[in-house]
């Protein structure tokens, strides 16, 4: 492809991993390129990405993946495959020098400073609060959450893994939705 390093960044999910190039002076709005690949057709992260690689012909300097599921230390079981990601693995499998995990979400969230007014839809019209707390829902294979809470020098960002609470009803109303969710599921 080029002789430039180049930014390998992945959306690793329960049912799809989406992987894209990146260079700098394409800028973060323009991948190079980008594939889809069914995650369960695949071992693991370190081979989905060895396949995109390969057809991509690119030098990698560094990779960041957002992956569905608690991150911590470099480290992530996912939640909706039977995969665990080791940053430091897919490094040094890869030959990539920099590889780092984030919650899905959490990347998501970083991202929703830098989005444009085109990049967005009013889904109920109403005045927001440019200096309020923000969070980021996505229902996919599960259901993923993060909060941005503004400080002052930008957002501090927070992943939850929200969609794994259950239901604990508490009134009369709840015990009934539970009975009728019990008789159809």
Same mark, same amino acid.
């Not at 960044?9 to 799809?16: L, Q, S």
């Given at each position: 492809? #080029?002789?430039?390093?180049?930014?390998?960044?992945?959306?690793?999910?329960?049912?799809?991993?989406?992987?894209?190039? @990146?260079?700098?002076?394409?800028?973060?709005?323009?991948? !190079?390129?980008?594939?889809?690949?069914?995650?369960?057709? @695949?071992?693991?992260?370190?081979?989905?990405?060895?396949?995109?690689?390969?057809?991509?012909?690119?030098?990698?300097?560094?990779?960041?993946?957002?992956?569905?599921?608690?991150?911590?230390?470099?480290?992530?079981?996912?939640?909706?495959?039977?995969?665990?990601?080791?940053?430091?693995?897919?490094?040094?499998?890869?030959?990539?020098?920099?590889?780092?995990? !984030?919650?899905?979400?959490?990347?998501?969230?970083?991202?929703?400073? @830098?989005?444009?007014?085109?990049? !967005?839809?009013?889904?109920?019209?109403?005045?927001?609060?440019?200096?309020?707390?923000?969070?980021?829902?996505?229902?996919?294979?599960? !259901? +993923?959450?993060?909060?941005?809470?503004?400080?002052?020098?930008? =957002?501090?960002?927070?992943?939850?893994? +929200?969609?794994?609470?259950? =239901?604990?009803?508490? #009134?009369?109303?709840?015990?009934?939705?539970?009975?009728?969710?019990?008789? #159809?599921?």
């Amino acid at each position: 492809m #080029t002789s430039q390093k180049m930014l390998l960044a992945g959306d690793v999910g329960g049912t799809k991993t989406t992987l894209a190039l @990146y260079s700098h002076d394409a800028g973060p709005r323009r991948p !190079l390129a980008v594939e889809t690949f069914p995650s369960n057709a @695949y071992p693991d992260l370190e081979s989905v990405a060895r396949t995109f690689l390969k057809a991509q012909n690119a030098a990698v300097a560094s990779a960041c993946f957002g992956v569905a599921g608690p991150v911590r230390g470099g480290k992530a079981e996912t939640t909706n495959l039977p995969w665990s990601i080791e940053a430091k693995k897919v490094a040094s499998t890869l030959g990539i020098p920099r590889v780092f995990l !984030l919650n899905d979400l959490e990347a998501t969230a970083n991202a929703i400073p @830098y989005l444009e007014k085109n990049d !967005l839809v009013d889904l109920s019209p109403g005045t927001g609060d440019p200096g309020g707390a923000m969070a980021v829902i996505a229902p996919g294979t599960g !259901l +993923g959450q993060a909060f941005l809470f503004p400080t002052a020098s930008g =957002f501090s960002i927070r992943p939850s893994e +929200g969609g794994h609470a259950d =239901f604990a009803p508490r #009134t009369p109303r709840e015990d009934a939705l539970l009975a009728f969710l019990r008789q #159809t599921h």
